[in-house]
């Protein structure tokens, strides 16, 4: 009886441990509040090219690089070392924003900062939950790291709620991510490396010290067998590789040689690339693209930012904190591969009701008018829809496909038939129509709205966030926190978090090509469809129950 109250009380959350958490969880805080940076800054574009450009001025390339280049520092400097390196470079890309107004080129400086702060949030992005898992306990492990994405959501929703305030720009809210990050170079003074890297350093002497540091003296020696056997038990089909005295790039190699390394390896970066995939910025990062085609917000981000903000703040922020508070709950219940499985179905549904909505949806989009664009605008017409034969079955879409000078004019009054008329117009070379903005309406030369049940779609929509929220933003950084041997860990990991920015990059930009080619139908059918497939077949075949 007092063994098993023993062994309960051995698998409670330490107070020193709880803290430890939390300061290092302080890297998921960052993490969410540069994922909502980009989000915000994607999310106000309407066109491939301004999309390009952003990638570089955003500074999502260092993501790249410094989730690829912190898995070699985790590896070989240590964890913690590798949190004050990442904190370094996010202060620098603050300060760097703040000193903006007293340099010249500001397009430069801006892009330098946020190359900085993207660098540091790539390499904290894999070195927080990786720090926090080597210091907690088997059957907690899942748990505690989770709470590292519910700060992630919080920063997620702290951005958008900054973002909110007209008067703040996106560049100056990032500047704030320095302050958080301050805090934590600070308070990681008070912690020790993690014992896991230190034990397989051959510093045992100093593992055991880090142990003290977070656990009394009476339970230094159990926790650190159990740390021992729990090593063991993760490298126990690693077919005797001996990692002892070998350099960086030996050590990948002879890991790569084990079947099981690799693997975990598959299972690993496909989760984090299919994490991106299975319609993540189709239906997510991409949001507000689709909302406006869909018209819950104007075909213009620029013409009502305050609603593409709110949107912003309701399908990422909100859903994320609320999705990851039901994964760290369902985790002890359910584990990895029922939960993830059981969401992977719950996005499917999602994604089979949006194409639904779609296809029964009453009335595709705007009508193209007659009399508004040959009498009320008679001078502005477009050159393509006078000479078309069919021009009275003309609506949005086939406008805007028929000539790359041709942008539509929403119209203000419903035509006989119930729908809207709008007006096919000739665009000017800066890319809108004087005379249809002169009239106060809506001008589009990229997107058009459909006119779709708006509730049901703003629930279905929100149903997928959050299944989404609460399984494949989380699990995978997760497992990748904890599945290779230790020698190689950070490296793995790292090159597993570069693949998943690397896909973020180019998901959107498809995204936003893909909606304009074939539509939103196109997207949530044949991509969402077929990726789902895939996550299916990939949880069955190789995600292993830990």
């Given at each position: ?38 989000t915000a800054r994607f999310g106000m574009l309407s066109d491939v090219r301004s999309i390009l450009r952003e990638t570089i001025q955003s500074g999502l390339i260092g993501a790249i690089f410094g989730a690829a280049i912190g898995g070699c520092f985790n590896d070989c400097f240590g964890r913690k070392r590798s949190i004050l390196i990442a904190d370094v470079s996010i202060i620098i890309g603050g300060q760097l924003h703040w000193f903006l107004l007293f340099l010249g080129d500001k397009y430069f400086t801006e892009t330098i900062g946020n190359m900085f702060i993207a660098f540091g949030v790539g390499m904290i992005s894999i ?420």
């Open positions: 009886m007092d063994g098993e109250k023993g062994e309960e009380e051995h698998e409670t959350l330490r107070p020193r441990l709880f803290y430890l958490t939390l300061t290092a969880s302080i890297g998921g805080l960052v993490f969410g509040y540069y994922i909502g940076f980009i070195t927080s939950p990786l720090y926090i898992s080597e210091f907690s306990s088997p059957k907690l492990r899942d748990i505690i790291v989770s709470i590292n994405f519910i700060f992630s959501g919080v920063g997620k929703l702290a951005f958008f709620y900054l973002y909110m305030d007209s008067t703040r720009t996106s560049n100056y809210i990032i500047a704030l991510a320095g302050l958080p990050t301050l805090v934590q170079f600070c308070l990681m003074f008070l912690f020790p490396e993690s014992p896991a890297w230190l034990y397989k350093k051959d510093r045992k002497d100093e593992a055991i010290k880090a142990l003290e540091n977070l656990y009394t003296c009476c339970e230094v020696e159990k926790e650190f067998d159990a740390f021992k056997l729990s090593i063991r038990r993760e490298t126990i089909d690693e077919d005797e590789i001996s990692y002892s005295g070998s350099s960086m790039f030996s050590k990948i190699r002879f890991a790569w040689s084990s079947p099981s390394v690799r693997r975990q390896f598959i299972v690993g970066t496909g989760l984090q690339v299919v994490q991106q995939l299975v319609g993540l910025n189709a239906l997510i990062y991409s949001s507000p693209s689709l909302n406006r085609i869909t018209g819950v917000v104007p075909s213009d981000p620029k013409i009502d930012i305050p609603s593409m903000k709110e949107l912003l703040a309701g399908t990422h922020g909100i859903a994320s904190i609320f999705g990851s508070f039901f994964c760290t709950l369902c985790l002890a219940n359910f584990g990895k591969r029922k939960l993830l499985s059981r969401s992977i179905y719950s996005m499917l549904g999602a994604v089979l009701v949006l194409s639904f909505m779609y296809i029964v949806s009453p009335n595709t989009t705007e009508v193209v008018s007659r009399s508004e664009s040959t009498i009320y605008f008679s001078n502005n017409t477009c050159l393509s829809y006078i000479t078309a034969p069919d021009a009275a079955s003309w609506d949005c879409l086939t406008c805007l496909r028929a000539s790359s000078g041709c942008g539509f004019c929403r119209g203000t009054h419903y035509n006989i038939l119930g729908r809207f008329g709008g007006a096919c117009l000739i665009t000017e070379s800066n890319g809108t129509s004087q005379a249809c903005t002169q009239k106060n309406r809506f001008w589009s030369t990229k997107s058009c709205e459909y006119n779709i049940f708006k509730e049901p779609l703003g629930m279905t929509f929100t149903f997928f966030s959050l299944s989404y929220s609460a399984s494949l933003e989380i699990i995978p950084w997760i497992m990748n926190s904890q599945m290779y041997p230790i020698e190689v860990r950070g490296v793995y990991g790292g090159i597993a978090a570069a693949a998943n920015w690397t896909t973020f990059l180019i998901i959107v930009v498809l995204s936003f090509l893909l909606t304009e080619i074939g539509g939103p139908l196109f997207i949530f059918l044949l991509i969402s469809l077929f990726l789902f497939i895939i996550v299916l077949w990939l949880i069955k075949l190789f995600l292993p129950e830990t």
